[in-house]
Nanobody, 127 residues
Framework: EVQLVESGGGLVQAGGSLRLSCAASGFTFDDYTIGWFRQAPGKDREGVSSISNSDGSAYYADSVRGRFTISSDNAKNTVYLQMNSLKPEDTAVYYC????????????????????WGQGTQVTVSS
């Protein structure tokens, strides 16, 4: 059974930092792409960042590039999202998701590429 479990969310002041973790199990981690998405109330889900565990390539949304860093620890089957210089507009529920290699032709931050989703973790940035 595929499982993705996010952790690390919380309340932080603007300008602060948080590190989200996504612990994965139930599939061949090294073959998959892991992505982070977020959804704020009343807004569409947005692709934030993704990393290919097979070649290490990473992608970022323009809104977070330079502030967020994605990384993967293949030994621990865990992907991290380091979020720095947080802004109130970063407030959302953050989800991690896993994409199988056969979906690699789809855009790196397209939700349709990802077959498995975690339950989400809340990130709230106060002004």
């Amino acid at each position: 059974e595929v499982q993705l479990v996010e952790s690390g969310g919380g309340l932080v002041q603007a300008g602060g930092s948080l590190r989200l973790s996504c612990a994965a199990s139930g599939f061949t981690f090294d073959d998959y792409t892991i992505g982070w998405f977020r959804q704020a109330p009343g807004k569409d889900r947005e692709g934030v960042s993704s990393i290919s565990n097979s070649d290490g390539s990473a992608y970022y949304a323009d809104s977070v590039r330079g502030r967020f860093t994605i990384s993967s620890d293949n030994a621990k089957n865990t992907v991290y999202l380091q979020m720095n210089s947080l802004k109130p507009e970063d407030t959302a529920v953050y989800y991690c998701a896993a994409a199988p290699p056969q979906n690699s032709w789809l855009f790196a931050l397209s939700s349709s590429r990802f077959d498995h989703w975690g339950q989400g973790t809340q990130v709230t940035v106060s002004s």
